[in-house]
Every structure is written in structure tokens, then in C-alpha cells.
């Protein structure tokens, strides 16, 4: 059996394992949290594999081992360093991240700023996850083209198919359990071809002059160990442009949301940072062995020899396991994985926002549960698709990534940070942070591309040093004098977006006291035996699921809701209402439509000290919403 051969039916086994992780997750679906945040019941070990998982694509193996080759440890401000700083800089935001009551960051942006920031901020995550989809997609059609002489669409067509899947049946929880699964074949695969790599240099084969590995490494120029050697000034310049957009990147945020508690969430960011250092050590021992094989690729420089350094890992094991089909396709294998466990992260962001930030928030509110994951679906594969076309316009797979990047961090930087930190931001001042922000980026990154010639430097950091990478410095600048200027022009935040963020305002704000009831109360001790109560981490979880007798029509009762109590409040539009009865909003009951037309969700999500309180909460909005229901003449009971 050929190397192809053996690859499909490697292929199938292990997309059929993929989906079965999905069809379980799929099992276990009850709630919007569970789909979306994986029922917040995630370890640091598994979080820790997804975040490192969802970091290293497929091409960012080829163009870190690239970079290695060209520019030695002067390169890892590029993209290595960054990705493990930006990890350990969330798990220390994990405190502040892990209480705010929101799926996505533009459902928390709202909160903080109102609907007016929701839509803009949805559009531009779509767009950057988009763009990160473009490296993985890239990544892999290099693989199957290099491997097997295959035609880029086949790679879009596989990963669409097979991440579209096992995502919209498992939700979050499938994507970081896949992860899992794929980050080990990675790491195998990553690790394996360090000492190939060397074995071959110091056995002599692929026509080449055996040496030992003493001599391989004491070889490597001195300038090249020095993480340093391209100036302080530009390692300053590579760190502004691109940690703020990986530190606000939403993939990550969604998962510290997933963890059990905070302490999960901050290892697995830092598990997470570790697993992705153990990766990119790897690739510099690659790097120093294909340099060692490769020496013509050095020698054209960097950017000249980019072309010919990407792909030269998969050179390398095209040449030297020929005879070896097996070896060939597990490498095949552990690659796709690797675009997988990024794709599916990317997909999976994005189309939250177009179905949750987009599709729920403005066009249809009422969206079931079950409507949305059509929605989802479609998306993913919107997503995938645009990252098919898109991976024939930008065919440097670094590049991909820094756009989106730098994009990220002149749009929403400022936006979501400040709205984190600075009471004094205002919804006006956020949307004009985040509009001049991503109009500048888009047009520089345009201006740089149109006008610079191949394997030339960028057009940009021609003409200033301080408008390489795409110039973001400038288009982060503008962002920044847009979103402080405004909101100290604007009349500030009102309490109610503040409540949120910052616990001061959420306790001036939350004046209704939880109602008396006897827990002995048989009416209350009946209603307890429907709650599904379930406790990971710091945190209860509360869910209650409801079903109407009659037509539910939910902008009515949203409004009922609201108008029968001023607790009611709806601080991210109607798709959902909460009871904001305490300085933690995560703990508050809030209303959501379930799977289907009948449906409705209740859930509140305390901290075990106010796990008794809460109850009695759950208790008097399900009072209040069957006496809303009552008044039309329809009955709600458990199911």
C-alpha cells in the first residue's frame, strides 16, 4: 500500500474519531452554556492542551521553522514569544475575564458600551478569525500538495467537511477535547522530526557530509542564539503589534470562560504556554538541521528565502522517508491535526459571533437553540470557505497571521481593555477606537501589500522602521487617541454597563432583595427536584428548563418580564433577560430560548457561598415568569 493509500484510511480512522467525540458532547447538550462554554467544566490539563492546540497551526510549524532557518533566535518576537506571553499575560486577566457574565466578547462589549460597539466588533472577530483560518488552510494545502501533488481545494473541502461536524454537534467541548487528541499528534510529529532531522545530518544521507551533533550545533553562528539581534527598537516594535491582539483574541477568553474555576483557568494558560515552548524548541532544532541540509535556503536571506523555508520541513520528509509510506502519511496525519485544532478554534469563534453576536442579537432574537445551530453550521462553513479564497490571495502564511493580527490589535485593543479597567469609557468613544482603528489597519495592510514587490521588504517599513508590520503602530495610535479623546468628550457609562465590570456599581445597582421563602415550603421543595444543579470549580450551576403550553412569543415576554419587575433587565438586546438582583452578575438568573419553540432556558451560575440565595432567586423569577405566562392564558412546566 502507497504512502496515499495508507493516508486515507489513517484519514478516516481518525475523523471518525473526531466525530465521536462530537456525537458524545452532542449527548450532553442542555443548555446554551454547555454548547458554548463547554459547561464550564474544564481542567487546566485539557485547557492547556486546547490553548497550545489552537496557537500552532500547521503553517505556523512551517513558518516559525522558516524563521529559524533565515533569522535564528532574532525571530521569535515574530511570532514566538508572543504566543507564549500573550498565554501567561491571560492567565494573570484570568480573575478579572472569569466573572464577566457573556459568551462572546461582543455580547460583553454591549454590556459594557451597549448595542451600538455589538455588531462592528462581531464583523471584525469574523474577519480576523477568518484570517487566522487562511494560515491553517494554507498550511495544510502545502502538505497535501507537497505530500501527495494534491489541489489546494482538496484541503478547504477536508477540513470544512470534518471540523463543521463534530463542532456544531459537540460544541466547545468537542473542539477541546479534538484538541487534545490533535495537539498530541502534533507534538509527536513536531518532536519526531527534531530527531530526524539531526539523525539524518549526523548519518551522512541525503548526500550530505556526516557530522556530529556537537559539531552540528557548535556550527550555528553566534548572532544566531541572540534573541536580541534585531535590535531592541524592533523587538519593542514586533511586542506592541502583536500581544494586544493575542491577548484579546477571543478563542482564548472563550475557553478561560470554559474552566472550571479560576485557578483551571490560569494553569491551563500556563500549561499552555509551556506545551507551545516545547513545540517551537523543536522547530529551532529542525531550523539547525535543515540549515545544515538545506544551506542554499540560508543563503537567499530573509525575506527572499521565505518561499523556499516554509515548505523545506516537508522537503525534508518527502526526501528522506520516501521508502517509508508510513512514516509520510502519519507526518500527513499529525499536520492535519494540527490545521484542525486551529481551524476548528477559528470556526468555532467566528460563527459564534455570527450566529449569537449577529444573527440572534439583530435579526432574529427569538432564535431556539435548535435554529442557531443551523446558523452555526452554515457559518463554519462560510468561514472556511472565505478562508479558501483567501488563502490564494495571501499565500505567506505568516503574513496571514500578522494581519489578523494587527488588525485585532488597532481595532478592539483599547475597546476591551479600557471597558475592563477605565470606568471613564464611553460607548461613543469605543465605536471611534474601534472604526478609525480597523479602517487605518485595513488600509495600510492594503497600501503595503499593493505596493511591494516580491521577495522584497515590505513597501511600509521602507520608507520609516516604525511602520513595519503593516504599520500597525500607527493604526493602533489612532485608535487610541479616537477612544481615550472621545469618552473624556462623552457623558460617561451609565450604572447599568458598569455593573458588569466593576462589583461597586453592581451592588448600588442590585437594591432588590432576594423574597422571603420557607425552604421547607412544599411548592419550593418540588421546584428544587427540577433544577439540574451541578458544581465545578468555585461555582454552582443552576439550570432549570421550561416548556410552554401554548405559542411563546418572546419579545412579549421579555417585556413582561420587564415591565412587572424593575430587576428585569436586558443589557445585550432581547435574546436574553436578566434578574439583577446581585453585585454578581454571573450569579443572576438570566432567560435564554432553549432547542425548541416552546422552550425556555433558566440558569444562574453562583459562587458556592451564594448557592442557597440563589436558589430562592431561581425560584422567584420562575414565580414571576409562569404569572406573566398566567395572564395569557398558558401554563409552563418542567421537562
Known sequence: ?????????????????????????????????????????????????????????????????????????????GFVAPNVLALLIIAVLVGKIKNLPAITQPELLEQRYGSAVRWPVALIITVVMILFAVADVTGLSLVLQVFYGLDPIYAAVMVAIVVSIYVTLGGLAAVVWTDVIQFSFLAIFTIGMAFATVGTVTDGSLNTTAISVSELFGNVPGTWWNPFSIGLPMVLIFTLAIIPGWITEQDPWQKVWAARDAKSARRGMVIGALMISVIFAACAVIAIALNSLYPEISELGFPAGMALAEPALLSFVNERFISSPLIVAFSAIGLAAASMSCTDTFATSGASCISRDIYQRYIKPDATMKEMMVVNRISVLFIILAATVGSFIISNIIDAIHIATFIASASYFFPLMGGLYWKRATKE???????????????????????????????????????????????????????????????????????????????????????????????????????????????????????????????????????????????????????????????????????????????????????????????????????????????????
Open 1 to 77: 500500500m502507497d504512502s496515499y493509500n495508507i493516508f486515507l484510511v489513517m484519514l478516516a480512522v481518525y475523523i471518525a474519531g473526531l466525530l465521536s467525540i462530537g456525537w458524545y458532547f452532542n449527548k450532553n447538550q442542555k443548555s446554551v452554556t454547555d454548547f458554548w462554554l463547554a459547561g464550564r467544566k474544564i481542567g487546566p490539563s485539557a485547557l492547556g492542551f486546547s490553548a497550545a492546540a489552537s496557537w500552532i497551526t500547521a503553517g505556523g510549524i512551517f513558518a516559525v521553522t522558516g524563521f529559524y532557518m533565515l533569522q535564528g533566535m532574532g525571530s521569535i518576537w
Open 429 to 639: 468613544g469605543a465605536f471611534a477606537g474601534m472604526i478609525i482603528g480597523f479602517v487605518a489597519q485595513v488600509v495600510l495592510v492594503a497600501l503595503d501589500l499593493i505596493n511591494t514587490q516580491p521577495f522584497s521588504p515590505y513597501y511600509l517599513e521602507t520608507l520609516h522602521p516604525a511602520l513595519m508590520n503593516h504599520g500597525v503602530i500607527v493604526g493602533m495610535t489612532l485608535s487610541a487617541i479616537a477612544f481615550f479623546g472621545v469618552s473624556l468628550m462623552t457623558k460617561p457609562s451609565s450604572r447599568v454597563n458598569l455593573a458588569p465590570f466593576f462589583e461597586d456599581e453592581a451592588e448600588e445597582l442590585a437594591r432588590y432583595e432576594a423574597k422571603e421563602i420557607n425552604e421547607n415550603d412544599p411548592e419550593y421543595v418540588a421546584f428544587l427536584k427540577n433544577v439540574d444543579e451541578k458544581v465545578t470549580g468555585e461555582r454552582a450551576h443552576l439550570q432549570l428548563n421550561l416548556q410552554a403550553s401554548g405559542a411563546l412569543n418572546w419579545h412579549e415576554l421579555v417585556e413582561k418580564l420587564k415591565s412587572s419587575s424593575s430587576a428585569w433587565v436586558t443589557p445585550t438586546g432581547l435574546d436574553s433577560v436578566y434578574r439583577l438582583t446581585h453585585g454578581d452578575m454571573l450569579a443572576c438568573v438570566a432567560v435564554t430560548r432553549g432547542s425548541r419553540e416552546r422552550d425556555i432556558w433558566l440558569k444562574a451560575e453562583p459562587k458556592l457561598d451564594t448557592v442557597i440565595r440563589q436558589r430562592k432567586e431561581l425560584f422567584t423569577a420562575y414565580e414571576e415568569l409562569k404569572k406573566v405566562f398566567e395572564k395569557k392564558g398558558v401554563t409552563i412546566d418542567f421537562y
